[in-house]
């Protein structure tokens, strides 16, 4: 298997982290592409041109993250959504941690317009998306699965790339009940292997 990738992209990040924890690194080439620079490969396996984007043993383009992972785990055994897909309760909190992810990518996207493009509007709806959003969360914590899932992945992905790109949130002082999940979890060998960069 083949897996696009950015090393910016948190989406990104998601997959390459399953990657890792489900011992897949032999069976998964990873291929960085900027999907700014719109690349026939990506373009040609996912017309989004969206990194990710996984290519299966048969060819086959598979998008987006959350279905790579999917797939990734249906490989492996089930070890990262078993429990996620046996309990509504951590499904939602799942797509809860999905749609942070996305007000974090969406806030990124609109400080790219520059000072004249720029939204006040949309960026305090994204950041008080964030912040109610990780409130929530940090009193469901109990209730994460003890064994790494999806769950604990997305989050440590969620708080690495606000203070990779948003580093003015201060998630440390919003949300100083999350520091020590995070400094438990962020020291797994596939969340320090794949730290976003520029
Ligand atoms: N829902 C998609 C989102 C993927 C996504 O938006 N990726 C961004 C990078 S963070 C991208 O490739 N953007 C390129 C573009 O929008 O043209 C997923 O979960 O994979």
């Given at each position: 298997?083949?897996?696009?990738?950015?090393?910016?992209?948190?989406?990104?990040?998601?997959?390459?982290?399953?990657?890792?924890?489900?011992?897949?690194?032999?069976?998964?080439?990873?291929?960085?592409?900027?999907?700014?620079?719109?690349?026939?490969?990506?373009?040609?396996?996912?017309?989004?041109?969206?990194?990710?984007?996984?290519?299966?043993?048969?060819?086959?383009?598979?998008?987006?993250?959350?279905?790579?992972?999917?797939?990734?785990?249906?490989?492996?055994?089930?070890?990262?959504?078993?429990?996620?897909?046996?309990?509504?309760?951590?499904?939602?909190?799942?797509?809860?941690?999905?749609?942070?992810?996305?007000?974090?990518?969406?806030?990124?996207?609109?400080?790219?317009?520059?000072?004249?493009?720029?939204?006040?509007?949309?960026?305090?709806?994204?950041?008080?998306?964030?912040?109610?959003?990780?409130?929530?969360?940090?009193?469901?914590?109990?209730?994460?699965?003890?064994?790494?899932?999806a769950l604990q992945i997305n989050l440590?992905?969620?708080?690495?790339?606000?203070?990779?790109?948003?580093?003015?949130?201060?998630?440390?002082?919003?949300?100083?009940?999350?520091?020590?999940?995070?400094?438990?979890w962020q020291q797994r060998p596939a969340?320090?292997?794949?730290?976003?960069?520029?």
């Amino acid at each position: 298997m083949k897996l696009i990738y950015s090393t910016a992209s948190p989406y990104a990040r998601t997959t390459r982290i399953a990657v890792r924890e489900l011992g897949l690194q032999e069976q998964v080439e990873e291929i960085f592409q900027h999907p700014f620079e719109d690349p026939a490969q990506l373009i040609s396996f996912n017309p989004l041109c969206k990194v990710p984007c996984l290519i299966d043993d048969k060819g086959n383009g598979i998008f987006d993250s959350e279905v790579i992972c999917e797939y990734l785990d249906a490989q492996s055994g089930n070890q990262l959504f078993k429990e996620i897909h046996q309990d509504w309760h951590l499904k939602t909190l799942y797509s809860l941690t999905r749609g942070i992810l996305d007000s974090c990518v969406a806030w990124q996207q609109d400080k790219m317009r520059g000072k004249a493009g720029e939204s006040e509007f949309w960026q305090k709806r994204f950041i008080s998306s964030i912040e109610r959003g990780l409130n929530y969360l940090q009193k469901q914590l109990a209730s994460f699965p003890e064994q790494v899932s999806a769950l604990q992945i997305n989050l440590v992905v969620i708080l690495d790339y606000l203070a990779f790109r948003h580093s003015e949130y201060e998630w440390t002082e919003r949300h100083p009940e999350l520091i020590e999940w995070h400094q438990i979890w962020q020291q797994r060998p596939a969340m320090l292997d794949t730290f976003p960069t520029a």
